[in-house]
């Protein structure tokens, strides 16, 4: 059976199955000291852009963002238990290669070392990535099977109780979206997974479901295997995250577009994405016109769906 994020161990995603992923979601993560190193360290955190960069450089010819996913997942849970003290180029790409190859290798997807070595560059062999994985697979303690924010989206996606399943679609899409570009922002990395993916969910129904926002806040919020600080703390992550989406997407547009759709872009980003105070009720690395496309298409198929649920 392939390896699904989203039903990593697997699992049913039901109230008498879930449990076991949220006592053991924590095996899956960084250090906890691997965000304040990072912060503290230019060095390290230009180790991982540079390695994330080759990561999704890699992976772009296969067309699929989990695959890349779980590399950067096996990327900084390595990082963060084994220092790099002499970091030349070719060993970030050798890196990223085995981190690669270690996820193609979960989702059982056949694959050769040159299918994944296109770039140029330095060509590794079989030998030398497979004695890489080994030195990986030590700092992961070869739990290979991660549990992601992936792995908690259905769960909290079932306590919405939609009734039309195509609004559950697009605000599991939207959350999905947000997921892989959340993805390299270093603050995210002090959050449990299950907090990152309510997080992601309930950015996306801010931006999709205004008005039903309060009513979803206040159920995850009462969810019990949420810690409501946290979940607050990461859902402001998120919103940061989204708006520096917006700002790239309307540095693009403003140098392309007539000062109307500029606007346009602006003052979506200001109704959608109005800070939200506790007390009320409740760089993904990738072509800045593609997310403009992505963004556009995605907001006219979420008014079409609204519109024929109205």
Sequence with gaps: MDFDLENPLPFSHDEDTISPLFNIETHHMPSKTYLQILINSDFLINIRESTISIILQISQPFDSPFLSYLAINYLDRFLSFHSLPDVKPWILKLIAVSCVS?????????????????????????????????????????????????????????????????????????????????????????????????????????????????????????????????????????????????????????????????????????????????DTSVNAISSNRGREDNLTKRRKIITTIIDDNT
């Design 102 to 278: 270690l996820a193609f290798k979960m989702k059982k997807t056949e694959y050769s070392v040159t299918d994944i070595q296109q770039d140029g560059g330095t060509i590794f062999d079989i030998e030398t990535i497979k004695r890489m994985e080994l030195l990986i697979l030590g700092g992961l303690k070869w739990r290979m099977r991660s549990i992601t924010a992936f792995a908690f989206i259905n769960f909290f996606v079932s306590l919405f109780k939609f009734k039309d399943l195509p609004l559950q679609q697009a605000l599991k899409a939207r959350a999905t979206e947000i997921l892989f570009t959340s993805q390299n922002e270093i603050k995210i990395l002090q959050f449990k997974p299950s907090i990152i993916s309510a997080s992601a969910l309930l950015s996306a129904s801010h931006e999709l479901f205004p008005l039903q926002f309060s009513c979803y806040k206040t159920t995850i919020l009462n969810c019990s295997y949420v810690q409501k600080d946290d979940l607050l703390s990461c859902y402001d992550v998120m919103q940061e995250i989204a708006k520096k989406e917006y700002e790239s997407i309307l540095e693009m547009v403003s140098s392309t577009s007539t000062p109307v759709n500029v606007l346009d872009v602006q003052m979506s980003w200001s109704s959608d994405n109005e800070p939200i105070e506790e």
